[in-house]
């Protein structure tokens, strides 16, 4: 079935280090791959996301990849802050629809 | 614009009761998706609606139920409570076939 796998579970850095999140899908027909951050007692929020059309996509200090071939996404933040600190979700989707497959989550703390 | 309301934010239920949660989208957006995050199983696809019709269901009992009305406000029910219901219930709307959700602050269900 469809399944997506995401590592590290947790991750701890310093401030200012960057940090990356890797996933990894199983369904050939997904064609988008969203990244929600979610902070301790919120709800989850689209952070940035990228289609199947694109290999790579920026927004300030947060990148994301893809490689089709090998069904692998990956979220980068550079420079990161106390306030990057939260759980971070991966997903993937055919677009036309809105069943998302999450990851499991990345525990991310970044220390001043 | 307001965001995703859900109601009740709170609530405790025993084993074999039910429950239903409410959803109110954001104003214009058509489709309306469910999903249950426990700490264990993370974020869980349960059901999409678009146009008062399901369109994907995940993969849980029938004891989960769903609908949407007119007016694109949806809810779900979940009968004959166990133990392992207990979740954060988190509805997410979106403008139409987008992939991108907007997430309500959930409904927090404790089955004692």
């Known amino acids: 079935g469809e399944n997506v796998e995401q590592h590290p579970s947790t991750l701890s850095v310093q401030e200012g280090d960057s940090a990356v999140i890797k996933c990894t899908y199983s369904?050939?027909?997904?064609?988008?791959f969203p990244w929600y951050k979610q902070e301790l007692g919120k709800r989850p929020q689209l952070i940035i996301d990228?289609?199947?059309?694109?290999g790579e996509k920026k927004d300030q200090r947060i990148a994301v990849t893809l490689n089709k071939t090998a069904k692998h996404f990956s979220l980068h933040i550079t420079e990161t802050q106390p306030e990057d600190s939260a759980v971070y979700f991966c997903?993937?989707?055919?677009?036309?629809?809105?069943?998302?497959?999450f990851g499991t989550g990345t525990r991310l703390q970044v220390f001043p | 614009k307001a965001g995703v309301t859900q109601t009740p934010r709170y609530l405790i239920k025993t084993r074999g009761q039910q429950v239903t949660l409410s959803c109110s989208p954001i104003?214009?957006?058509?489709?309306v998706s469910w999903y249950q995050q426990t700490p264990g199983q993370g974020l869980q696809f349960l059901f999409e609606?678009?146009?008062?019709?399901?369109?994907n269901k995940g993969n849980f009992p029938g004891r989960f139920s769903g609908r949407q009305f007119s007016n694109s406000r949806s809810e779900m029910n979940v009968s004959t409570l166990e133990l392992g219901d207990s979740a954060l219930y988190l509805c997410?709307?979106?403008?139409?076939?987008?992939?991108?959700?907007?997430f309500g602050e959930g409904s927090r269900l404790t089955v004692l």
């Open positions: 997903a993937a989707s055919i677009w036309e629809t809105d069943k998302l497959i």
């Open positions: 104003s214009g957006h058509r489709s």
């Open positions: 990228i289609r199947s059309n694109v």
């Open positions: 609606y678009f146009s008062e019709t399901q369109r």
């Open positions: 369904d050939s027909a997904s064609n988008y």
């Open positions: 997410a709307s979106s403008p139409s076939n987008t992939g991108e959700l907007f």
